[in-house]
């Protein structure tokens, strides 16, 4: 399955590209969304905010996971914070310095 990474995007992105490469990495891993999911994440991207009311099991965690790409892309540009890392004043990890 391929990786889903903030490496498909080079900063600073728009919205718009940054919902390119999460729909291109659905393509790659073979995920077709359902038409609801594809609604949820369009209006999510667009600034809209959403209640998804959807049995269990029909997707919603597809959508979760599409606007945490966007937003953590939004914070953090190329670089995720690793679990356990905090957010340090100058907005980056650690300061904003890379390791």
């Given at each position: 399955m391929p ?7 080079d ?5 718009d590209a940054i919902?390119d ?7 790659e891993?073979?995920i077709e ?8 994440i369009l ?6 905010n ?7 099991g029909s997707?919603?965690?597809?959508v979760a996971m599409?606007v945490q790409?966007l937003?953590l ?9 690793r ?8 907005g980056?990890a650690?300061?904003?310095?890379r390791?």
């Amino acid at each position: 399955m391929p990786i889903l990474s903030s490496d498909r995007l080079d900063p600073p992105a728009s919205n718009d590209a940054i919902l390119d490469a999460f729909l291109s990495y659905l393509i790659e891993a073979g995920i077709e969304p359902y038409a609801h999911q594809e609604s949820a994440i369009l209006e999510l991207y667009a600034g809209h905010n959403v209640i998804l009311n959807t049995p269990t099991g029909s997707g919603k965690s597809l959508v979760a996971m599409a606007v945490q790409f966007l937003l953590l892309f939004l914070r953090h540009g190329r670089r995720f914070l690793r679990w356990g890392e905090e957010v340090g004043e100058a907005g980056g990890a650690n300061g904003g310095e890379r390791q």
